[in-house]
């Protein structure tokens, strides 16, 4: 992808950044399961969902083969979108992953989704409430959005930085804010459909 074909000139210039930290390990698959049952969502009823800055992968591969989930994957980096084909080619599990802006792909996308996931992910972006209204807009009825941000985590590729729940409710409007007991202090979000 070239500059032009972002939205945001900065989040465009954190791409090198994220491909040079490729190892970088998300805990969200490892407490997906917690956050399922916090926010009472039935998988059952989850056919479609999108993770959106998928990373390599790991969630959208845990939903496609614990629940059975036809997932679409999207994140800017080129090298973990090629991490993510490849381990989905090795679970032998049909997800789709697209390397695309998030802006524009969540913009252009008219696919409705039951899920959406968008983990670690808002404070990576300018306009993280518009982003959650464009998620929304993709939801099928009665569809549901999870997320999660950290408090209080400058950092170089963090253009948002995020104080306490209060802060969040106020810029992000969630429709509830959880906590779940892990190392990393983060507070996880729903949003539902409009």
Same mark, same amino acid.
């Given at each position: 992808?070239?500059?032009?074909?972002?939205?945001?000139?900065?989040?465009?210039?954190?791409?090198?950044?994220?491909?040079?930290?490729?190892?970088?390990?998300?805990?969200?698959?490892?407490?997906?399961?917690?956050?399922?049952?916090?926010?009472?969502?039935?998988?059952?009823?989850?056919?479609?969902?999108?993770?959106?800055?998928? /990373?390599?992968?790991? *969630?959208?591969?845990?939903?496609?083969?614990?629940?059975? !989930?036809?997932? @679409?994957?999207? =994140?800017?980096?080129?090298?973990?979108?090629?991490?993510?084909?490849?381990?989905?080619?090795?679970?032998?599990?049909?997800?789709?992953?697209?390397?695309?802006?998030?802006?524009?792909?969540?913009?252009?996308?008219?696919?409705?989704?039951?899920?959406?996931?968008?983990?670690?992910?808002?404070?990576?972006?300018?306009?993280?409430?518009?982003?959650?209204?464009?998620?929304?807009?993709?939801?099928?009825?009665?569809?549901?959005?999870? /997320?999660?941000?950290? *408090?209080?985590?400058?950092?170089?590729?963090?253009?948002? !930085?995020?104080? @306490?729940?209060? =802060?969040?409710?106020?810029?992000?409007?969630?429709?509830?804010?959880?906590?779940?007991?892990?190392?990393?202090?983060?507070?996880?979000?729903?949003?539902?459909?409009?």
């Amino acid at each position: 992808m070239q500059p032009e074909d972002y939205k945001y000139p900065r989040e465009a210039s954190l791409v090198p950044h994220y491909e040079r930290h490729l190892e970088y390990y998300s805990p969200v698959p490892a407490i997906m399961p917690a956050l399922v049952e916090a926010f009472g969502l039935d998988m059952g009823q989850v056919g479609r969902a999108l993770d959106v800055g998928c /990373g390599d992968g790991r *969630l959208s591969i845990w939903l496609a083969e614990t629940h059975g !989930v036809a997932v @679409d994957g999207v =994140d800017y980096s080129p090298q973990r979108i090629e991490r993510a084909r490849a381990n989905a080619r090795t679970k032998k599990v049909p997800v789709q992953f697209e390397c695309q802006d998030l802006n524009h792909f969540l913009e252009e996308r008219a696919t409705r989704y039951d899920l959406m996931v968008i983990f670690e992910v808002l404070e990576h972006l300018e306009n993280p409430a518009g982003v959650i209204e464009q998620c929304r807009r993709l939801l099928a009825p009665g569809g549901r959005i999870l /997320g999660s941000v950290p *408090l209080r985590m400058p950092y170089v590729a963090h253009l948002q !930085v995020f104080q @306490d729940i209060d =802060d969040v409710r106020s810029r992000l409007q969630p429709a509830r804010v959880g906590t779940v007991d892990d190392q990393h202090p983060h507070v996880y979000l729903e949003w539902r459909c409009p």
